[in-house]
């Protein structure tokens, strides 16, 4: 069984009207919302063996700060298929993956998450700025991801870890 993690970028700015969308730095909220992410995943011990990134800037930021507050050292790919991405583009950016990799966390932008949560899943959700869902697939191999192979395990978003603190 394969595990796709898919964590939304983290709150952005849009004060510098000068900025192209590609641009944009993370807000302070989007920052301390990494550090949130981050300490859930090194509670929960989640773990990938891979991480792909859109090259967007608050999305790349993201992943810095994500995997920082982690504490996880793992490589980090950039895939630039994923900015702007639709669900079928997603699909084949997953369909992909080298083999070996068992967990693979995905850092991108809505609207396209929420399609792939609910192609995936089969379940309409809404992923927060700063969200991070795991889908478990149903299948052994990344080339075998089609619409309706996984289940929605979880979604957290920093709100909701913000009540248990």
Avoid: C
Wanted: glycine share 4%; hydrophobic share 40%; no cysteine.
């Amino acid at each position: 069984m394969k595990t796709l993690l898919l964590l939304r970028h983290a709150k952005s700015s849009k004060d510098d009207t000068a900025l192209r969308d590609f641009d944009r730095p993370l807000n302070d909220r989007g920052k301390d919302d990494t550090k949130l992410i981050g300490r859930f995943i090194r509670e929960s011990s989640i773990s990938p063996d891979l991480v792909i990134s859109s090259p967007a800037k608050r999305a790349t930021k993201t992943t810095e700060l994500v995997l920082k507050s982690a504490g996880l050292k793992i490589n980090v790919a950039s895939d630039e298929r994923i900015y702007e991405a639709d669900v079928h583009r997603l699909l084949t950016v997953v369909s992909q993956i080298e083999p070996a990799r068992s967990v693979v966390m995905l850092v991108g932008h809505n609207p396209g998450f929420e399609d792939l949560v609910e192609a995936l899943a089969g379940r309409t959700t809404r992923l927060p700025t700063a969200s991070l869902a795991q889908i478990d697939l149903t299948v052994e191999e990344w080339n075998k991801v089609r619409v309706g192979a996984g289940k929605l395990k979880w979604l957290v978003t920093p709100k909701d870890l913000k009540k248990t603190d």
